[in-house]
Every structure is written in structure tokens, then in C-alpha cells.
């Protein structure tokens, strides 16, 4: 894959900071969607650089500042981030700012980390006590879901749904 050069990307950036003006609003587009997403952040990093501002924030500001459309700012200002932030943002919007579950997105916890018998048992156990007529308590629900691995919540509620059973066949 060809890289471009830092010149490259300060004309680039030239072109659209100059795409602020009325009617420019095709070059900024056009100067974005032809890069990749390793040659956005490039420009991004040069636009700041060069402009001491950041290009993100500059297309959320943009879109109350000028007759370009907020959606498409908006859209280009998404394309911008990272795809954790980006992800984060938009779950958020979509739930209507409830935390907890954009804690759920943000999370690093390791999806290929060794899965613990003994912790499975314990989570399941403390899920188990936790419930109440209306359910789990959802507290503890979202801590195991944003702290444990997809392999370690499986087995955790493999075991859980043991426990149930076995919850329900005793007399």
C-alpha cells in the first residue's frame, strides 16, 4: 500500500481547512472519503499540527457555524475517531446517554483469557443470590458482563443455568 509523504498531507490539509469557506463543502467530502482510515488519522494528526486545531472538533463546531449539513459533519466527524470512540458515541445516542451500558463498550476485557472453573461458580453463586421478584439486580450484571471474557461468561452461565435446574428439580 502506498503511503503518502507529509507534504502530501498538508496539501491535503490546506485543502480543507480552505473547504470551511461557503461552497467548499465538496472538497472537504471528496478529501476524506478517498483515505482509508490509517490516512484519516494522518491528516487529522497533520490538520492539528499545522491548523493547532482538531479536525474533529472542528466538524462538530462546523455544523452550527455554516450552512455545510450538521448530519454530514456529523457523519464526517464520526469517521474521523476511532472505532472504540466511535462505537461508544453512537451506543450512547442510541440509549439515550445510559452509562452503564456504554461501560459495557468501553471495556478491554481479554476475549481469549483462560477460563476459571472456580470463578464461574462464584459468579454464577452471586447472580443466583442477587435475584429479587423483578430479577437479577442489574448492578451485577453489567460488573461481570464489563470485567469478564466472552469464554468466562459462557461458562459462568453454563453454570448458572445448572444451578437453576437444579434449583427447580428439587423438591
Known sequence: MLTMSTQSFEIECKEIHDSW???GRNQLVRSLARRNRHERQQIRETYEATYGE??????????INT??????CAALSLWMIDQ???????????????????ALVASHKAHHADVNQ??????????FETQTSSGIQEAVVLELLTKRSIPQLKLTFS?????????IQSP
Do not use: F, W
Open 21 to 23: 469557506i461557503p461552497g
Open 54 to 63: 482538531d479536525l474533529v472538533k472542528r466538524l462538530q463546531q462546523h455544523q
Open 67 to 72: 450552512g455545510i449539513s450538521p448530519n454530514l
Open 84 to 102: 472504540h470512540q466511535r462505537d461508544s458515541i453512537l451506543v450512547r445516542e442510541a440509549l439515550g446517554n445510559d452509562q452503564q451500558v456504554v
Open 118 to 127: 472456580d470463578i464461574a461458580k462464584s459468579d454464577a453463586r452471586r447472580l
Open 159 to 167: 453454570c448458572y443455568n445448572a444451578s437453576m435446574d437444579m434449583t
